[in-house]
Each structure stands twice: as C-alpha cells, then as structure tokens.
C-alpha cells in the first residue's frame, strides 16, 4: 500500500512538472518578458519601505511592456553580475540604467538610449579638493564597480587617485558618509537624488564640469539584450519611440525629474 | 572563452594574492595568541572567566563572517563615538577593519577548538602533574597546553582553510584579495569563468599548502601516537 502511495506521488510529481513546464514554455516565447533590474541605484531602482522594486528604470519598464502587449516579470540582480545573468537567460533584457559602451557592445546589443545625464565628482564642502591632477593627488574617490564611471576614474585619474570600487552605488555613499572617502564619481541625477538630497547629504556638493565624454560615459542609457534577440531589441525600440512620442515617458520622468533626461 | 583577460591582469591577481597571504597568516597570528588564554578561561570552572569568554565564542561562531564584517565596517561608523574620535583612524580603513573581523572571527573558533582539547585531556596525566607538585601556572604551561595544542593540530589545521576561503569576504569592503581581483576582471570583461576559474586555482594551492604544512606538523608533534 504504502508503495502504491510513493507511486502515485512520484507520477503526480512528474506529471505536474510536466504541464507546468509545457505551460511556461509556450508562454514564454509569446509574451512573456523578463526583466533584470538592478534596485540599488535611488532614484533610478530601488528597493522601496515596502519591500516593492520602485524608481525610473522600473516605471519605464512596466510603461515598455505595455506599449508592447508584453507581460513582464522584473528580476533583481546586483550591479556585477548583471550582464552574465543576462547572457546565462536568467532574463531576457537589462532595464538599470546601462550605458551604452563600446566594450559592452562587445558582449551584448543594445536598444537606442532611452535618457542620457552627464555625470559628476562630488565632495564635502569645505574640503576645497579640485578636479584636477593635482588636486585630486592621493585622495581616494569611491565608484561603482564595472560602471562607466569606474572606466573614467580608472583611464584618466588612475594613477592620482586611490580608487575605491563598491559592488552598490549605496555602499559608497555610505562610506562617503563616514568619511573614508574624499570625492564620489557617478551619474549627477543618482547623486543628487540619491545622495545630496538624501538626508546629511547637504554637507556634500558637486565640483568640477559635467562629464560627457564619449569614449568613457557612451551614449546615454540603453536596455541590454543579448545578440541574438534582435527581434524584441526591435520590439524595444519602437515601444522606447511610442512612449516618447504619446506622452507616457513625460509623465513618468515627471514624477523624478524636473528637466527632460532624454537628451537631444 | 579567453584566458587572455586574465594575463592582461596578472598584477592585478597578484596584488590581491599578496593581500590575501598577508591578511590570513597575521588574522591566524592574532587569532591564535587570543585564542590561547581564551580556551583556559573558556575551559575553567570559574563562572567569571567562563560565561564572558562563552558568549564571545557564541557570537563569532553564531553569525555568519560576512554579517561581522559588515557590522564591523558599515555599522560602526554609524557611531558618533567610533567617527569623532582616534578610534576612526583604525575603523577608517578596509583592512584594518578586516583583520579586526577575522581575527576576532578565527580566535572564537579557535577558542573552541582549543578549549575541547584541554576538556579532553586525560585526567591522570594532570593528577600526575599535581603529584609532582606542580602549581597551576606550571601545570598550564609545561602539561596541559602542550599536549592540547598537540591533540588540536589536525582541527586547527581545519580552521586555517576555513579562514583562508572566509577570507574572500574581504571583497566585499573595497579590499582587493584574489576574489576582489576575480571580481574587478570579471565585471570589466564579463568573463565569469575566467575570473573566478583563476581564483578557484589559486586557493586551491594555497590550500594544498596548508594541507602539506599541517601534515608535516602532524608528522612532527603526534608521531607518538600515530597508529
């Protein structure tokens, strides 16, 4: 008896992973699109009190999936594993404010740029450090890791400045915070939003020109899809020019924003 | 797949080995010389020296490593007391606060490890020692932590590795150690196989020295009682 109950149980098993898989699989290639965010990058993506993913980046992906007929699901990935999860199909596009690079190019496609910021040092006030060799001999500048802001730090200041390379945006502002670190490099709308507005982030500001250059910083923010997908990049793009165009990305950026981060 | 990012990098792994084969060996040092007054007081009846020493050990072995890292380098310097004052110019620094962490990390495990050696000691080879009119001090010193740190070798040994993999943790706080390495090439190139394939390597023979030490330790300190 008690045989003929494993039996059954193990059929029951098999057979319901076998619909369930069946199931998946044809919804998937249909409509179904999954969507890796990053959630540590205020206010672009980020984790909210109530444990929901909230922010820019996740606006415009629901607002992207809808203007395509897509459901979508948003997974969480940290910022360094971003783009191997994409290409090991853990998710099938990359919504986390991504630029677009010509090293990246290398591993994944992007869609057109869906907005484009300039990015900038921050300091405390008071310090009186100025971005230049000179000034910036021997502190220590705190980046994210593997982002274009680490790629400029690196290139052009490397051998100045002790460069201190965080796996979250977050945990440099932490340790800005406390003091370990002398200047922040990252994207000017993430640190005014997510560091200087915050609070105690008055006693910081920025210093030093908008950074723009093309070789380090891109061409603005794309979603990331991998090579072979052309089609949904295609899906993607048209749905980033209907948003534009019918007034679903003001509203959204209005909610951030007070100036359009599009760009020209 | 190309190996080639990681020859791009070899300084780059070898600045994190030479981090992490500093970092471990003075984390054991420090580690092991508290351990040592620790497990008498852990072993002693004494409830004063027992229950401090007890909830040490408790918390160190209860917490995960990467939890006591970030407490110790994140959470401290939420404190004013820690910030504004000369305690800052230790806690200011990754690796500092790292060694902290560790070492404090491998002397609870230690502890333990050395306090079941004491325990397990044979009582009539202490009772002998008391025959012969050795006081306490002496009988610590010439009886019961020679033949304990002995009997610990092949455990101690254990926790040597375990401290060596724990040490990855390190990463995680801008410390650059063969995984912090693994993990900068790997964000740069996207090449997850490459990267921590190397560091894979790495502590693989790192550990395999260990390994070879402690035997030849074994070989030297428990002879006598080898089967």
């Not at chain 1, 992207?64 to 971003?82: P, R, Y």
Request: hydrophobic share 45%; glycine share 8%; net charge positive.
């Amino acid at each position: 008896m008690k045989r003929q109950f494993k039996l059954l149980f193990l059929v029951m098993i098999l057979g319901a992973s076998f619909v369930s898989n069946g199931w998946a699989g044809s919804k998937k290639s249909a409509d179904k699109v999954r969507i890796g965010v990053e959630g540590a990058y205020p206010p672009f993506s980020e984790v909210g009190k109530d444990g929901k993913m909230k922010g820019f980046d996740i606006d415009i992906s629901y607002a992207l999936c809808k203007e395509m007929g897509a459901e979508c699901t948003l997974v969480k990935q940290d910022w360094d594993g971003i783009i191997p999860a994409l290409l090991a199909k853990k998710y099938d596009a990359i919504i986390a404010s991504m630029s677009i690079t010509e090293k990246r190019k290398k591993k994944v496609a992007f869609t057109i740029k869906y907005y484009i910021t300039p990015a900038k040092f921050v300091r405390k006030k008071g310090s009186g450090i100025e971005i230049t060799k000179a000034g910036m001999k021997g502190k220590s500048v705190g980046v994210q890791s593997a982002t274009i802001h680490d790629n400029y730090i690196t290139g052009v200041y490397g051998k100045d400045v002790t460069i201190k390379r965080y796996g979250k945006q977050d945990e440099a502002y932490l340790d800005m915070k406390a003091g370990r670190i002398d200047l922040l490099l990252a994207d000017s709308i993430a640190l005014d939003d997510g560091f200087l507005k915050k609070p105690g982030g008055d006693a910081y500001e920025f210093v030093g020109p908008d950074l723009t250059e093309k070789k380090y910083f891109g061409e603005g923010a794309g979603i990331a899809i991998r090579k072979e997908d052309t089609e949904l990049a295609g899906r993607f793009n048209k749905a980033i020019k209907a948003i534009r165009a019918n007034g679903t990305y003001d509203k959204i950026q209005k909610k951030y924003f007070k100036f359009d981060i599009y760009g020209k | 797949m190309s190996f080639s990012i990681i020859f791009d990098n070899w300084k780059l792994f070898l600045e994190g080995f030479v981090v992490t084969i500093q970092l471990v060996p003075l984390a054991l040092f420090f580690g092991f010389f508290m351990a040592l007054p620790l497990s008498v007081m852990r072993a002693s009846s004494n409830p004063f020296l027992k229950w401090p020493t007890y909830s040490f050990t408790y918390f160190f072995r209860g917490t995960p490593l990467l939890v006591q890292v970030y407490l110790f380098y994140y959470g401290l310097a939420q404190f004013s007391i820690v910030k504004e004052t000369i305690l800052w110019s230790f806690f200011k620094d990754a690796y500092k606060v790292g060694l902290l962490s560790f070492s404090l990390n491998t002397a609870a495990y230690t502890t333990e490890i050395f306090r079941g050696a004491i325990e397990r000691l044979p009582l009539g080879q202490i009772e002998a020692a008391k025959a012969c009119g050795m006081g306490p001090l002496t009988r610590l010193r010439r009886i019961i932590l020679p033949i304990a740190l002995r009997k610990s070798i092949p455990s101690y040994g254990n926790e040597v590795i375990f401290m060596l993999h724990g040490s990855s943790i390190c990463s995680l706080i801008t410390i650059i150690d063969i995984t912090g390495a693994a993990r900068i090439v790997n964000s740069r190139y996207y090449g997850p196989v490459e990267a921590f394939f190397t560091a894979g390597v790495i502590y693989l023979c790192l550990t395999f020295c260990i390994v070879g030490i402690f035997k030849q330790l074994e070989k030297k300190f428990l002879s006598h009682i080898r089967r």
